[in-house]
């Protein structure tokens, strides 16, 4: 079975405050792909990131850095000083080997506070 | 257009009658998806296609849900007799390739009301 827990539903954080996101995925193949979406208010998914399960570098962009640890099946986002634009509700998910479809977590809403 | 385009952008209906939603993915891309988000919630998975192959149907909550894809290119999502519990924002996305799994870009939404 494929599967994607956000166990945070909602954070808040003060403006220039670091910030992670955690995601934990279940699968059983061992080829698999993880995804990070970003939903603002306007709605429109934005994709961040793809990351494949042989690939365990972490990647940094700008302030968006993301850790990805196989042993604890964990995919996690961070945003180092935080913006007020960066509130959004933020997924994460999972493209199994046979990439028929994307299995989303629930999503963690992120409200920056000014 | 660059994206992923849905339309209408807004469709109230009242209960029992039917809508057909449009997606027009980018260009090129093989692989669609059709996703139903409700209020504060997840994404639910309804139906994918992949070039000419046969669509993965399982994500369907009812017989009432069906959709096609012409052409490989457009793509409808019928609900007939529409019921209040289908009001949602009904999302597209489509990828270059599912069978490498290449990322997918998701249109801006169908908000649907049934009232």
């Known amino acids: 079975a494929q599967k994607v827990t956000q166990a945070q539903t909602e954070i808040s954080v003060v403006e220039k405050e670091d910030v992670t996101l955690d995601c934990v995925y279940e699968t059983r193949d061992t080829t698999y792909y993880l995804f990070w979406y970003k939903q603002p208010p306007s709605g429109e998914l934005v994709f961040l990131i793809r990351?494949?399960?042989?690939?365990?570098q972490n990647e940094i962009s700008g302030r968006y850095s993301w850790n990805f640890q196989k042993s604890t099946s964990s995919f996690n986002f961070t945003i180092t000083a935080s913006q007020v634009v960066d509130s959004a509700v933020y997924f994460c998910a999972l493209s199994g080997y046979t990439g028929n479809q994307f299995y989303f977590g629930t999503g963690t809403s992120l409200t920056v506070i000014p | 257009g660059a994206g992923v385009s849905q339309s209408p952008s807004n469709k109230v209906t009242e209960k029992g009658k039917d809508v057909e939603l449009r997606c027009d993915p980018i260009s090129g891309h093989t692989a669609l998806y059709w996703y139903r988000q409700s209020l504060g919630q997840g994404l639910e998975f309804l139906i994918y296609?992949?070039?000419?192959?046969?669509?993965?149907k399982s994500g369907l909550p009812s017989d009432r849900f069906s959709a096609e894809r012409t052409g490989g290119s457009v793509s409808t999502l019928t609900i007939q007799r529409t019921q209040q519990e289908d009001s949602a924002v009904y999302l597209c996305a489509s990828s270059l390739n599912s069978e490498t799994n290449t990322e997918a870009f998701f249109g801006q939404g169908t908000r649907l009301t049934v009232v």
């Open positions: 990351r494949n399960s042989f690939d365990e």
């Open positions: 296609f992949q070039g000419n192959s046969a669509p993965d």
